[in-house]
């Protein structure tokens, strides 16, 4: 997000905890990025430098452990995390996933058992919604929960669940009226230690690598009481976090294609062709122009989202179109950042590869760009066919 903007709408302590975020970002984040990504490796280190800030529980009210800001500054936070390094904006965002969904669905006792510690970085979380034949719609959910007296008898797989091998806990959905349609799902939390939950090995992925997803397996009992809301609230809860987490996805966008756009800059600049800078000639003067003319315009859109947000306004509709257009966006400008890079911008020595990789997946996840344009039309037109 924009600095005018953000010192706008932010107050003394939203701006105080947007420069820490910022100055953590660089200090630790970017020197770890590439490293991350080579290896694969879970960003344990970077995380805990993270909730020393408070940073894992910036989406939480202070009643909660939280840090009590505001949509801007959260987004402007995770931006700045995005910019150097994506692998850990994802494990970041999805941790507020989960600790959304105990904030929007638990009760008090759920919310003081899980929230502080979480909000700490002591507990990581994850959100378990899509399954192997359940992604883009979740009506089409297997995981079953049965009541068994007092407890939950949970059974099925979630699949691409970032975080999920090694969060603590795990927000799942299942359903529990299978002739109810998305009426009938409900939503769970659920200790990653508890007998009968199960990971597989995290799926090698094309970009994000440090942001590990994982296959989860759940033949599992868990106390009524774990229960999210009521029985059947579990789709609403989940819409109502996506439509948090669409906000974090743009921002990350932005964050990433900053990143490609400052190394394009800097390279135009210093890069002798014909003995003048790449920087004189129109060709790429028109390129850059247009990167950070299509950047700002999706960050204006995901400020316009934020601010939504922070009145209490409906914002889903801001949401969609602000993930939608900054996922398309980021991966335009990352793709023609490598191309003013030329043939070095294809090398893993330049970080111009890893952001074309790690943005990828933007276009894909919480609501790939095709369900966003169906959100938006239906809401457009009022249909409710696809």
């Not at 899980?114 to 192997?132: H, V």
Request: glycine residues 10%; hydrophobic residues 45%.
């Amino acid at each position: 997000m924009s600095s005018l903007g953000v010192r706008a709408a932010a107050s003394e302590v939203d701006v105080a905890a947007i420069d820490s975020v910022r100055r953590l970002a660089a200090a630790v984040l970017a020197p770890r990025a590439a490293g991350t990504d080579a290896s694969a490796a879970f960003p344990v280190v970077q995380l805990a430098a993270l909730a020393e800030l408070g940073v894992m529980g910036m989406n939480l009210p202070s009643q909660w452990g939280g840090a009590g800001l505001s949509s801007f500054a959260l987004t402007a936070c995770v931006e700045a995390i995005a910019r150097a390094c994506g692998s850990t904006a994802s494990a970041v965002t999805a941790h507020f996933l989960a600790t959304d969904a105990l904030l929007i669905g638990g009760d008090d006792a759920i919310r003081t058992r899980y929230l502080p510690a979480a909000a700490a970085g002591k507990r990581l979380g994850a959100f378990a919604l899509t399954e192997p034949c359940a992604g883009s719609n979740p009506a089409d959910m297997r995981c079953r929960a049965v009541l068994e007296g007092g407890d939950y008898h949970i059974s099925g797989v979630k699949h691409f669940i970032s975080n999920g091998g090694v969060a603590d806990f795990i927000v799942v959905f299942a359903v529990t009226d299978p002739d109810a349609g998305h009426r009938g799902i409900s939503a769970f939390v659920v200790d990653r230690v508890t007998a009968g939950v199960s990971a597989r090995p995290p799926e090698e992925t094309m970009g994000l690598r440090g942001g590990h997803i994982y296959e989860l397996s759940f033949d599992c009992h868990v106390p009524a009481s774990q229960r999210l809301g009521a029985a059947g609230s579990g789709f609403r809860i989940a819409m109502k976090v996506l439509d948090n987490g669409r906000i974090e996805v743009a921002a990350m966008c932005l964050g990433i294609a900053q990143a490609a756009l400052d190394a394009s800059l800097e390279w135009a600049r210093q890069r002798q062709v014909g003995g003048h800078p790449l920087a004189d000639y129109q060709g790429i003067q028109w390129k850059l122009a247009d990167m950070a003319t299509e950047l700002q315009a999706a960050r204006l859109m995901t400020e316009d989202a934020a601010r939504k947000r922070a009145a209490g306004e409906h914002f889903s509709l801001a949401a969609s179109m602000a993930k939608l257009f900054a996922s398309e966006v980021a991966g335009r400008i990352a793709d023609e950042a490598l191309q003013i890079h030329g043939g070095y911008g294809y090398t893993a020595a330049l970080p111009l590869e890893r952001y074309v990789r790690d943005l990828r997946v933007m276009r894909i996840y919480e609501g790939s760009s095709e369900i966003q344009r169906t959100i938006i039309g239906r809401a457009l037109t009022g249909s409710r066919r696809s």
